[in-house]
């Protein structure tokens, strides 16, 4: 395996790793956010509603991404819903929309369509304020940052969402394992000539460094919500 080989499959994994760690946290930031509302409000109806308006936006382009992938496989399309509910664990569920039953590998299509679009965009956001200096302006740069944390917390499939992963997943298993028994072998040369392009190379890399916008929004997002919890403890006075 050549250097080049190995950076580019190195920067593909820390690309997988960050989404990992994105995903951690966007379920950190909306539970820590709903519970810091609630005790805030005294009241679940505002809490939602406080939701429901913050997280609008990433909430209909998640659901949006299920209904565009489910028309597009000529899935039949709901009923959306854009209000959030509060869960049992603390989870914040922020919207829905009702999907025709399928087959379980249109489903697993449809489930992660919000994650597919989502990172596509979300990549394409902070490549595009790069290029064009955005950063270095305020306004564009807070419009910037909040388009990054809607997308960036709003973006994963839930449990939901995910139906139809485990049977697509060991179809794929069990048509391995059957092309290996017939011979099958994936061309390595024709594999190691793909991560040395310089355009996969460039593309990990440039994500890499953009995915750690969200991340690091989110570790401050929670990281305040922290302080503030704590210092309201504190601050109560005791008998």
Excluded at 65 to 75: C, D, E, G, T
Excluded at 94 to 101: K, N, P, T
Excluded at 168 to 194: D, E, H, K, M, Y
Aim: charged share 15%; proline share 3%.
């Amino acid at each position: 395996m050549s250097k080049r080989t190995f950076l580019s499959m190195l920067f593909a994994i820390l690309f997988f790793i960050e989404l990992f760690l994105l995903f951690f946290l966007s379920k950190q930031v909306t539970k820590r956010l709903s519970l810091w509302l609630y005790h805030l409000t005294r009241s679940r109806t505002k809490t939602i509603f406080i939701l429901a308006f913050l997280f609008l936006p990433g909430t209909f382009l998640h659901e949006l991404a299920h209904a565009f992938m489910a028309m597009i496989l000529f899935v039949p399309v709901g009923k959306m819903e854009l209000i959030p509910k509060i869960q049992e664990d603390g989870y914040v569920k922020l919207g829905s929309v009702a999907i025709g039953r399928t087959d379980f590998f249109r489903r697993f299509l449809i489930g992660i369509a919000p994650l597919l679009i989502g990172t596509t965009i979300l990549l394409f956001l902070l490549f595009y304020a790069a290029t064009h200096d955005l950063f270095t302006h305020y306004t564009y740069l807070l419009i910037v940052l909040y388009c990054v944390f809607e997308i960036g917390n709003t973006m994963f499939s839930s449990k939901k969402d995910m139906e139809g992963a485990l049977e697509l997943l060991l179809t794929c298993c069990f048509a391995a394992v059957v092309a290996f028994i017939l011979g099958a072998r994936i061309p390595l040369n024709s594999l190691q000539q793909f991560f040395e392009r310089d355009s996969i190379i460039q593309m990990f890399y440039y994500g890499n460094l953009f995915l750690l916008i969200p991340i690091v929004i989110n570790i401050i997002c929670i990281g305040v919500l922290h302080v503030i919890t704590s210092y309201k403890k504190n601050s109560h006075p005791h008998g």
